[in-house]
């Protein structure tokens, strides 16, 4: 397995032709430009390449920190970006015609709804730390405050 950054022009050209199977696990939706994420993965694929993604799409954790980007005490720690992909209210649509439209064959394309249940508030913070790439931009001694304003 590699680890890289997968909408880095001179990285994605120096892996042209060179995978056979890309796996993106929960790692999309953070990129808001899917199409050059998508294109990316296609020119690093050999023919007949195959890849594998798996996105959040619509996460009540998602729907949060978008909204404190734009509004309330803690917006001045977040940058003034698209925070997460749009995938519209047709995901699997929105999928398939990006991939088709930089020269994949999609032979299959879901969008299934999971429902995570964490019990236990030490997990929520664990799982809460994964998903907002922008806790490290809050002060350390805020941060527990910034936890509690979004339970």
Request: with cysteine; net charge negative.
């Amino acid at each position: 397995f590699q680890v890289m950054d997968a909408v880095n022009q001179e990285e994605i050209s120096r892996r042209r032709n060179q995978f056979d199977h890309i796996f993106s696990i929960y790692t999309a939706h953070w990129i808001p430009d899917n199409r050059t994420f998508i294109s990316g993965l296609h020119t690093m694929l050999k023919s007949k390449g195959q890849i594998f993604i798996i996105i959040a799409t619509d996460t009540a954790m998602h729907r949060a920190f978008a909204k404190q980007a734009i509004e309330g005490k803690w917006s001045k720690y977040i940058p003034d970006e698209p925070i997460f992909a749009d995938y519209t209210e047709k995901p699997t649509t929105y999928f398939a015609n990006l991939a088709r439209d930089v020269g994949f064959n999609v032979e299959f394309c879901e969008a299934e709804r999971d429902h995570v249940i964490i019990k236990q508030f030490p997990d929520l913070i664990r799982v809460m730390l994964h998903l907002n790439r922008f806790t490290d931009r809050i002060p350390s001694h805020l941060q527990e405050a910034y936890f509690q304003d979004h339970l």
